[in-house]
């Protein structure tokens, strides 16, 4: 169904059932579950997040200034995307990463085309650092750089299995969505992605699809055509 997705994945997860820190367990999952899809012919970036390391935003209520705090939010993600890398690599699949702003040589600096020439030879592109400017979340630097790869799907993997009306892991009543609109996600104020992001995808008219990563298997159920998750459409 996809030849070419972004995978968005927050820093949370990699940190295990804490959030915290990086657990080797859930590297080498994910890792796996990426490598196969990749070798079975997805073409896969990647957007992680750094809120198991740092968060900008959670700094800046703490007393942190927000711009130096996103730079460190920024910076985490570099890490994280580095260490999933090379578990990437370890399941035989070439992997890099590129980061938004020049941190040679602990990462290729971001180029559309060099990243776009990886995916084609099979490789997985790991793109860090956001996009590069404090105020961003990681939400909106995976809407740009799908819009960017000319991505066919912006898959926001998570540890809930779709968009619900209410978070399911609090409220048992709520009812999953299988399909919403941009409209009705705003208007429901059903928080899948940031405004910023939304705006972005919604003009670029790329669909999103929010599912549980931590389902094994999942990842190639998409690019078999089965239908996971919530489809979330112009």
Avoid at 81 to 106: C, D, Q, R, Y
Avoid at 141 to 155: K, M
Avoid at 159 to 168: C, I, K, W
Avoid at 177 to 198: G, N, W
Wanted: proline share 3%.
């Amino acid at each position: 169904m996809y030849k070419r997705v972004l995978l968005k994945l927050s820093g949370e997860s990699l940190g295990g059932p804490e959030g915290k820190g990086l657990s080797t367990q859930w590297l080498e999952k994910y890792a796996k579950e990426i490598a196969s899809a990749a070798k079975a012919g997805l073409q896969i970036a990647i957007v992680n997040g750094g809120g198991n390391i740092f968060r900008g935003l959670q700094g800046a209520e703490k007393g942190f200034d927000r711009v130096d705090g996103d730079k460190m939010g920024m910076l985490a993600t570099v890490i994280n995307a580095i260490a999933l890398k090379m578990f990437i690599k370890a399941e035989g699949v070439e992997a890099e990463v590129f980061t938004s702003t020049p941190m040679e040589p602990h990462a290729k600096y971001y180029m559309r085309d060099d990243a776009v020439k990886l995916l084609e030879r099979g490789g997985v592109a790991l793109i860090a650092g956001g996009t590069g400017n404090p105020f961003f979340t990681t939400d909106s630097g995976a809407a740009l750089r799908a819009l960017e790869i000319g991505a066919d799907a912006l898959l926001k993997g998570t540890r809930v299995d779709g968009v619900y009306t209410a978070d399911p892991e609090k409220d048992p009543s709520a009812v999953k969505y299988d399909t919403l609109s941009f409209d009705e996600a705003i208007s429901k104020h059903l928080k899948v992605m940031d405004q910023t992001a939304y705006a972005l995808c919604a003009d670029g008219k790329m669909p999103i699809i929010v599912f549980d990563m931590n389902a094994g298997g999942n990842l190639a159920k998409l690019l078999s055509g089965e239908k996971v998750g919530t489809l979330v459409h112009p």
